[in-house]
């Protein structure tokens, strides 16, 4: 028989179901890939709150961020100010001796009145930096782009940078006298989050910086950006970029992790505090300053994994700070293959441990698993600012976990019914239900030898009973016999095997092992036959039914237990040499004209009762091999002297008589049958 509790069925589903998961991560389910994502992004989202990147004590350089906000709006007028006011912005931050000014923004439209002084402070300046946007559209080209800063080499290269066909720059004059110029293009990620950043973009035949890392460059005085390749396959893919000393690890595409911080984590200052000159001069000296817009009617508000509007100029200045401070998150080049090993890992841990578990253990276990995985994660990203994938683990985990419980659930349901089916009539309650809580100590339905006890219950002289009887009276004794006597069987946590006309046969030891089978059989053994001497008599006598005696044997040895049968009728049962014994034994309960009698192995097995030898007697099947029959008498702390001294005469009187010495062995039988009256010795006297 197949084993319902067998194993191999939710470990192969189990493993079938990771090799499906773990393809996502190779592409096989591409319409699974969106929604990885979205998980991803937001478990990312959650880390950058949770743990936001912690910038040095002490930062080089200063960033000062001079915003166009409310207050600035009420003050100097509404936006677009006239160039005649961002010419005097530049020169009031110019005498401040800033290491350099950073617009964020655009200057592609004309002001023909204020355009000559605007770029005559840019000149003056000769320290300020402004954006421009490349972008994938139908637009005609605006403005002047600027010289490209890249090696020719890398330019000529193919690498996967993404190539954009239109730009919008700055007038061809403002160009001209700014310092350099970086694009502030950023593509938000599918959920409209901007998570990443490009630091370099294609427009046709070259390569030009970002913002930011032009700012980064200007601020080091290096005259080029260097751009580290690496072979992923047979395609060259972007590793880093360099400025001087400072590498800045990218994705493929040359885009990194925005490093947020927190929100409004640099000092701000209002440009109208600027213009009307009440700023502290030294928090402006040698401090990169970006100028940008705040205000919520601008419009330059962008959603973040840390605000759902943060001005567009705090994110160029997060980058910055990333790229001077070496605090940009980056997934290293070995990722890929640290988390398919984590999930190879999960998928094999889980599918060949959790089916043995429990559901509490398995839940337990899981709780360890996820909480290692995410101090884990989270730990590297806080202190390497190493980021990690985290969704796919995460689901793979949660499938495979409700995947077992289910399977188990639905297993345990078909093993409970099946236990019921089968063990419902004949043990009691508590042990089904410790064979459901620890299925692996029971022996289930397959057959097996273990030790055991078996008893055999009879009812003397009930054929003569049922003969004189009407068969309702006779039906209505045996229910009224069976029940208190089944009752005690399970009391005592034996098995009821079967009922075969007015004889109970039980056993003790299985299902559910049981060290203690002999004591348990002897114990409720005595029980019966004091139940039935001492109240089921007394209450049958009262409504003029027959009295019943009970002869009980008692047998202990090894045992074949398990589901037997044929595939019409099957039943648990136990067959066996010492079930064969137990039989007999009941049987010459009549002979010897005793209640009970147990055979040697019980009374050695035993230790709570006080058993007195009976005889020696050869068993059908055994007679080259006679056995030793025993009566227990009652437990040992209830043991009376003159119960002591009795059963030493009788122990007396019975060696004597089965070693031969008759006439000793006759006079103690007749001294004991004067003091007791017990048929069992004139048995004895009539052999002699």
């Given at each position: 028989?197949?084993?319902?509790?067998?194993?191999?069925?939710?470990?192969?589903?189990?493993?079938?179901?990771?090799?499906?998961?773990?393809?996502?991560?190779?592409?096989?389910?591409?319409?699974?890939?969106?929604?990885?994502?979205?998980?991803?992004?937001?478990?990312?989202?959650?880390?950058?709150?949770?743990?936001?990147?912690?910038?040095?004590?002490?930062?080089?350089?200063?960033?000062?961020?001079?915003?166009?906000?409310?207050?600035?709006?009420?003050?100097?007028?509404?936006?677009?100010?006239?160039?005649?006011?961002?010419?005097?912005?530049?020169?009031?931050?110019?005498?401040?001796?800033?290491?350099?000014?950073?617009?964020?923004?655009?200057?592609?439209?004309?002001?023909?009145?204020?355009?000559?002084?605007?770029?005559?402070?840019?000149?003056?300046?000769?320290?300020?930096?402004?954006?421009?946007?490349?972008?994938?559209?139908?637009?005609?080209?605006?403005?002047?782009?600027?010289?490209?800063?890249?090696?020719?080499?890398?330019?000529?290269?193919?690498?996967?940078?993404?190539?954009?066909s239109g730009f919008i720059s700055n007038l061809p004059a403002i160009e001209s006298a700014?310092?350099?110029?970086?694009?502030?293009?950023?593509?938000?990620?599918?959920?409209?989050?901007?998570?990443?950043?490009?630091?370099?973009?294609?427009?046709?035949?070259?390569?030009?910086?970002?913002?930011?890392?032009?700012?980064?460059?200007?601020?080091?005085?290096?005259?080029?950006?260097?751009?580290?390749?690496?072979?992923?396959?047979?395609?060259?893919?972007?590793?880093?970029?360099?400025?001087?000393?400072?590498?800045?690890?990218?994705?493929?595409?040359?885009?990194?992790?925005?490093?947020?911080?927190?929100?409004?984590?640099?000092?701000?200052?209002?440009?109208?505090?600027?213009?009307?000159?009440?700023?502290?001069?030294?928090?402006?000296?040698?401090?990169?300053?970006?100028?940008?817009?705040?205000?919520?009617?601008?419009?330059?508000?962008?959603?973040?994994?840390?605000?759902?509007?943060?001005?567009?100029?705090?994110?160029?200045?997060?980058?910055?700070?990333?790229?001077?401070?070496?605090?940009?998150?980056?997934?290293?080049?070995?990722?890929?293959?640290?988390?398919?090993?984590?999930?190879?890992?999960?998928?094999?841990?889980?599918?060949?441990?959790?089916?043995?578990?429990?559901?509490?253990?398995?839940?337990?276990?899981?709780?360890?698993?996820?909480?290692?995985?995410?101090?884990?994660?989270?730990?590297?990203?806080?202190?390497?600012?190493?980021?990690?994938?985290?969704?796919?683990?995460?689901?793979?985990?949660?499938?495979?976990?409700?995947?077992?419980?289910?399977?188990?659930?639905?297993?345990?349901?078909?093993?409970?019914?099946?236990?019921?089916?089968?063990?419902?009539?004949?043990?009691?309650?508590?042990?089904i239900k410790e064979m459901i809580m620890h299925p692996k100590i029971s022996s289930g339905?397959?057959?097996?030898?273990?030790?055991?006890?078996?008893?055999?219950?009879?009812?003397?002289?009930?054929?003569?009973?049922?003969?004189?009887?009407?068969?309702?009276?006779?039906?209505?004794?045996?229910?009224?016999?069976?029940?208190?006597?089944?009752?005690?069987?399970?009391?005592?946590?034996?098995?009821?095997?079967?009922?075969?006309?007015?004889?109970?046969?039980?056993?003790?030891?299985?299902?559910?092992?049981?060290?203690?089978?002999?004591?348990?059989?002897?114990?409720?053994?005595?029980?019966?036959?004091?139940?039935?001497?001492?109240?089921?008599?007394?209450?049958?006598?009262?409504?003029?039914?027959?009295?019943?005696?009970?002869?009980?044997?008692?047998?202990?040895?090894?045992?074949?237990?398990?589901?037997?049968?044929?595939?019409?009728?099957?039943?648990?049962?136990?067959?066996?040499?010492?079930?064969?014994?137990?039989?007999?034994?009941?049987?010459?309960?009549?002979?010897?004209?005793?209640?009970?009698?147990?055979?040697?192995?019980?009374?050695?097995?035993?230790?709570?009762?006080?058993?007195?030898?009976?005889?020696?007697?050869?068993?059908?099947?055994?007679?080259?091999?006679?056995?030793?029959?025993?009566?227990?008498?009652?437990?040992?702390?209830?043991?009376?002297?003159?119960?002591?001294?009795?059963?030493?005469?009788?122990?007396?009187?019975?060696?004597?008589?089965?070693?031969?010495?008759?006439?000793?062995?006759?006079?103690?039988?007749?001294?004991?049958?004067?003091?007791?009256?017990?048929?069992?010795?004139?048995?004895?006297?009539?052999?002699?």
């Amino acid at each position: 028989m197949v084993l319902l509790l067998n194993k191999k069925i939710p470990i192969l589903l189990s493993l079938v179901l990771s090799i499906l998961i773990i393809g996502v991560e190779f592409g096989l389910w591409t319409g699974a890939e969106p929604y990885l994502q979205r998980l991803e992004h937001l478990l990312y989202d959650l880390r950058l709150q949770l743990f936001p990147i912690q910038p040095p004590q002490i930062t080089h350089p200063k960033i000062v961020i001079v915003s166009i906000d409310e207050k600035s709006l009420k003050q100097e007028g509404r936006w677009p100010w006239p160039r005649k006011k961002l010419s005097d912005l530049v020169d009031r931050l110019s005498l401040l001796s800033p290491a350099l000014i950073t617009f964020d923004m655009v200057f592609a439209e004309r002001d023909p009145l204020h355009d000559p002084s605007f770029i005559q402070s840019l000149q003056t300046s000769k320290s300020v930096i402004a954006g421009f946007i490349l972008h994938e559209g139908d637009v005609d080209d605006v403005g002047t782009l600027p010289t490209p800063i890249f090696a020719q080499e890398i330019e000529g290269k193919d690498l996967p940078i993404s190539n954009l066909s239109g730009f919008i720059s700055n007038l061809p004059a403002i160009e001209s006298a700014l310092l350099g110029s970086g694009f502030l293009t950023i593509f938000p990620d599918h959920d409209g989050i901007i998570r990443r950043a490009p630091l370099v973009l294609r427009h046709r035949d070259h390569l030009y910086p970002s913002l930011a890392l032009e700012v980064a460059r200007r601020y080091l005085l290096e005259e080029s950006i260097q751009i580290r390749i690496a072979k992923q396959g047979e395609r060259e893919v972007v590793e880093a970029l360099h400025l001087g000393k400072l590498r800045t690890p990218t994705d493929k595409r040359g885009a990194v992790l925005i490093p947020y911080t927190s929100d409004h984590s640099f000092l701000q200052l209002s440009a109208t505090d600027v213009l009307q000159n009440t700023v502290d001069p030294q928090t402006l000296q040698n401090a990169i300053v970006f100028i940008g817009a705040s205000a919520l009617g601008i419009g330059d508000l962008q959603p973040t994994p840390i605000a759902l509007g943060l001005p567009g100029v705090e994110i160029q200045a997060s980058l910055l700070s990333g790229l001077l401070n070496q605090t940009i998150p980056y997934e290293p080049d070995w990722t890929a293959g640290f988390h398919l090993s984590v999930l190879v890992g999960i998928g094999i841990a889980f599918s060949f441990f959790l089916p043995y578990l429990s559901a509490v253990s398995t839940l337990l276990g899981v709780m360890g698993i996820l909480g290692v995985l995410i101090v884990g994660n989270f730990g590297f990203w806080q202190k390497y600012l190493i980021a990690l994938p985290l969704a796919l683990p995460f689901i793979l985990i949660s499938i495979l976990t409700l995947f077992h419980l289910a399977y188990g659930y639905l297993g345990e349901g078909r093993y409970r019914r099946r236990l019921k089916q089968l063990f419902g009539q004949y043990v009691p309650p508590e042990i089904i239900k410790e064979m459901i809580m620890h299925p692996k100590i029971s022996s289930g339905f397959e057959g097996e030898s273990r030790e055991m006890t078996v008893l055999f219950a009879d009812i003397k002289h009930f054929t003569t009973i049922a003969e004189n009887s009407p068969a309702s009276q006779t039906k209505q004794l045996l229910q009224h016999f069976l029940t208190p006597m089944t009752e005690i069987i399970f009391k005592h946590r034996g098995t009821v095997d079967k009922y075969v006309g007015d004889m109970i046969m039980a056993f003790w030891g299985a299902p559910i092992p049981d060290l203690a089978h002999a004591d348990h059989a002897c114990a409720a053994a005595l029980e019966m036959l004091d139940v039935l001497e001492n109240k089921l008599n007394p209450e049958w006598k009262k409504k003029n039914l027959p009295n019943l005696n009970i002869g009980i044997g008692i047998s202990t040895g090894l045992m074949n237990v398990g589901d037997m049968g044929s595939k019409f009728r099957r039943s648990y049962t136990v067959i066996g040499d010492a079930v064969n014994c137990g039989s007999r034994f009941e049987q010459l309960t009549r002979y010897y004209e005793v209640p009970l009698i147990v055979g040697e192995a019980t009374a050695k097995k035993q230790t709570q009762f006080i058993c007195q030898k009976l005889d020696r007697v050869s068993v059908r099947g055994r007679e080259d091999d006679p056995i030793s029959i025993y009566q227990p008498l009652c437990l040992k702390e209830k043991l009376t002297e003159a119960m002591a001294e009795d059963i030493i005469l009788h122990e007396s009187a019975v060696n004597f008589y089965l070693s031969g010495e008759r006439d000793k062995a006759k006079i103690a039988f007749e001294q004991l049958k004067q003091k007791t009256a017990l048929p069992l010795y004139q048995v004895f006297l009539n052999r002699m």
